[in-house]
């Protein structure tokens, strides 16, 4: 007998602990149950997770989850391990013999719910032996990312309709917090939804209150940023764009008085997840971090989420902004804001989709400048004079183009120099004391040399320092300042068959679309900024809905 809403209800008792099911939840688990496609918009807090969730403890095969980040699958797979329920998740930072061990578990039926990001399906051996279980549901989590249209876009999202088709064509169910009408038709057109239960729950969260603070120097900004942050009555989030911004927001607020973190993908891992924790035990009254923070983070109590500055679109200020108030109870949503502001996003957007000039540009100085080696992005800007980081965004284009190519280099050796001094190294906090371990071998094996940089090679590390975990723990340690490492000849170089020209009319004209897009969004974000009418309306506007009274008496400009 097929299982039924009643049994939906049965297992959110018995494995969740609550009551009852809300109405677009039950929309969304019926239609599963009945072997529909599905697209399911529902704001951050509203419950998206238990859509796919809990049909998977129902369904007699695996059920297979596309996410587009390691620490928001493994938050989930944490959770639903907590609760007894076999989940586990596959990812480039896990050893071989633990990817092995999760996939043959998978294959033989001890998995119910399998998290892994599309990437890791790109080389297809692992999606051929996912194949071979036939999944009964597919679930596309931040579906966003698979349209261009979003503010997320991942090009591997692009695939997930040839995902589907390996797996056996199972039901699908895309899901999301942020999607304009434009972005949900790409959803269903890419992930192959045929006629699916629309289940759009609605953007309005009643209980959040938008404001934006007009500022007009750097000491104005402090000014109101520390009095909101002493005014708060319980946790705040503040988002910042850089990294050096957000470290220097925290150890403000910390002078102030503010118990504060910092977050941001910078800091080695342990970290961030001990900020995190500390912030869920209530340790912490604040935690200042880039977009790299919140994916995953359960914390329903925030009563004040904060933007330094303005984010790159209207999705991303709804998403982040929206982790505030998850409880339902009264939260503030702020925003501070100075035209100068949109300086930053927009040098991210050139950054990230340069002209057809300066691209052909840069692959002319990329043939002469490194015809036989590695390309120096330093000097090729040079060359077109350029900022780097346009450089850089060229050669990423020219590269998914195949007119460049990335050579990993010398996996048998790694070159590191050492910046920090053995007191300081010997006052790592870390809970293995690996990191410690590793930078005392690479001092005793180099006799030294290491602080004046040096190529290592790994059989010459001590037996177990070597191992796969020693990409990662370096990559901490540089994030920790405490030395810079490499592999030798690893970067970019030219293709073996380099194309002319490097890009055909049809990639010319996605990329101006790209930029087009990125443009728009941010535009809008600045109109939400600079509106004299209510925000809410604004806000919901962009996403086609219509707020339930105006005055809402839920924005500054409502009262």
């Known amino acids: 007998m097929p299982p039924t809403l009643a049994d939906a209800a049965s297992a959110v008792r018995r494995w969740w602990g609550y009551a009852a099911l809300h109405a677009a939840q039950r929309r969304a688990i ?38 587009p980040l390691v620490s928001l699958m493994k938050d989930q797979v944490d959770a639903l391990a907590r609760r007894g329920i076999a989940a586990a998740c596959l990812h480039g930072g896990m050893a071989p013999a633990e990817q092995a061990d999760v996939l043959a ?10 998290y892994l990001a599309p990437e890791r399906l790109a080389t297809g051996r692992t999606l051929a032996a996912l194949g071979r279980t036939c999944p009964a549901l597919l679930a596309v989590d931040e579906a966003h990312c698979v349209s261009e249209w979003g503010h997320d876009f991942r090009p591997a999202y692009r695939d997930v309709l040839a995902i589907r088709r390996a797996l056996g064509m199972p039901p699908a169910m895309a899901l999301t917090a942020t999607a304009t009408p434009d972005v949900r038709r790409d959803i269903e057109e890419t992930c192959g939804l045929r006629e699916p239960v629309r289940v759009i729950s609605g953007f309005d969260r009643a209980n959040l209150r938008y404001s934006v603070i007009r500022v007009s120097s750097a000491r104005q900004r402090e000014a109101h ?70 994916m995953g983070v359960d914390k329903p109590d925030v009563r004040l989420v904060v933007h330094d500055a303005i984010p790159p679109s209207l ?154 975990g020693l990409g990662a723990a370096l990559d901490g340690l540089q994030a920790a300042s405490i030395l810079v490492w490499r592999r030798p000849g690893s970067g970019l170089r030219l293709a073996a068959c380099v194309p002319t020209p490097p890009l055909g009319p049809g990639d010319w004209a996605a990329l101006d679309a790209r930029r087009a897009r990125s443009e728009a969004r941010l535009a809008a974000m600045a109109r939400y900024a600079e509106s004299r009418s209510c925000r809410r309306q604004v806000l919901l506007g962009y996403f086609g809905e219509r707020p339930r009274r105006i005055p809402c008496g839920g924005c500054d400009r409502c009262g």
């Open 30 to 67: 019926a239609a599963v149950l009945a072997g529909r496609d599905t697209l399911v918009v529902m704001p951050t807090g509203g419950g998206k997770s238990l859509c796919f969730q809990v049909p998977a403890l129902l369904l007699d095969r695996m059920t297979v989850v596309l996410s």
């Open 105 to 114: 578990r998978a294959l033989n039926g001890g998995v119910r719910l399998l």
């Open 225 to 294: 940023l520390a009095a909101l942050l002493e005014r708060r009555n319980g946790t705040a989030l503040v988002y910042a764009q850089a990294r050096s911004r957000v470290e220097r927001i925290a150890a403000s607020l910390r002078r102030s008085g503010v118990p504060a973190a910092a977050y941001h993908a910078g800091q080695p891992a342990d970290l961030r997840r001990r900020t995190q924790d500390r912030l869920m035990r209530n340790e912490i009254g604040a935690v200042v971090a880039t977009s790299a923070f919140g």
């Open 315 to 468: 999705e991303s200020y709804y998403q982040e902004a929206g982790r505030a108030g998850r409880d339902g109870a009264p939260a503030d949503c702020v925003l501070l804001y100075a035209r100068g502001d949109r300086h930053a996003p927009e040098h991210f957007i050139r950054s990230a989709t340069p002209s057809r000039r300066l691209v052909e540009a840069v692959a002319r100085a990329a043939a002469e400048c490194a015809p036989h080696g590695l390309i120096d992005v330093t000097a090729v800007a040079r060359a077109v004079r350029a900022p780097p980081s346009h450089a850089a965004g060229a050669l990423a284009i020219l590269q998914r183009a195949g007119f460049v190519v990335h050579d990993p280099g010398n996996r048998n050796a790694v070159w590191v120099r050492l910046l920090a001094t053995r007191a300081r190294v010997e006052a790592l906090r870390e809970p293995d004391g690996y990191g410690r371990e590793l930078v005392n071998a690479l001092v005793d094996v180099t006799r030294g040399a290491v602080s004046c940089g040096t190529e290592i090679p790994l059989d010459a590390l001590p037996p177990g320092l070597g191992h796969v």
